[in-house]
């Protein structure tokens, strides 16, 4: 049974660019959740995403934005990218039944240099 | 609003003895509690959950966490550490008032190291 995944593992920006993030949920799942982990702290919400909306956001700027695809995967999407976009980023998958159960994948870590 | 804390950025315990790492909450309504562990440059792993039911849950790996009401409390215990035990150690809470997506809210973290 695959867990969640996401690619790239390790990408290296500089400012004012744009990134794409990429997550596969857990066989299963139909719910996606994205959180920004910077250094030294615990994991913070950006935004969920089932049935290929937007259902809910954390307090993150416009430049944050995502997709839901039919077969669930997903993508975090930052423009203009700043210092302190350098982080963590990490995907969670769960069940619409059960959302507040998720399943985290390793992450991407993100160098905005 | 919902919040945890963590209260100690560091716990120290040596091999073969208890260890909880403690963790307080605030949340409106009735609260889904969470542990995750975190390895190094590793994503979280989740422990154990608290839904509803019998206030001690346990999880993952030989660790339990005991729900207490009244004193708002979620706290991780194993009653003998091991030295692959030492990581990054996240409570987690959600509740029916952050909206459907039941978004989690972390503490700060411990980090948990068993020594030898």
Known sequence: DAGVTQSPTHLIKTRGQQVTLRCSPKSGHDTVSWYQQALGQGPQFIFQYYEEEERQRGNFPDRFSGHQFPNYSSELNVNALLLGDSALYLCASSLAGQRETQYFGPGTRLLVL | ?116
């Open chain 2, 1 to 116: 609003a919902q919040s945890v804390a963590q209260p100690e950025d560091q716990v120290n315990v040596a091999e073969g003895n208890p260890l909880t790492v403690k963790c307080t909450y605030s949340v409106s309504g009735n609260p889904y509690l969470f542990w995750y562990v975190q390895y190094p440059n590793r994503g979280l792993q989740f422990l154990l959950k608290y839904i509803t039911g019998d206030n001690l849950v346990k999880g993952s790996y030989g660790f339990e966490a005991e729900f207490n009401k009244s004193q708002t409390s979620f706290h991780l215990k194993k009653p003998s550490a091991l030295v692959s035990d030492s990581a990054l150690y996240f409570c987690a809470v959600s509740a029916l008032s952050s909206g459907s997506a039941r978004q989690l809210t972390f503490g700060s973290g411990t980090q948990l190291t068993v020594l030898p």
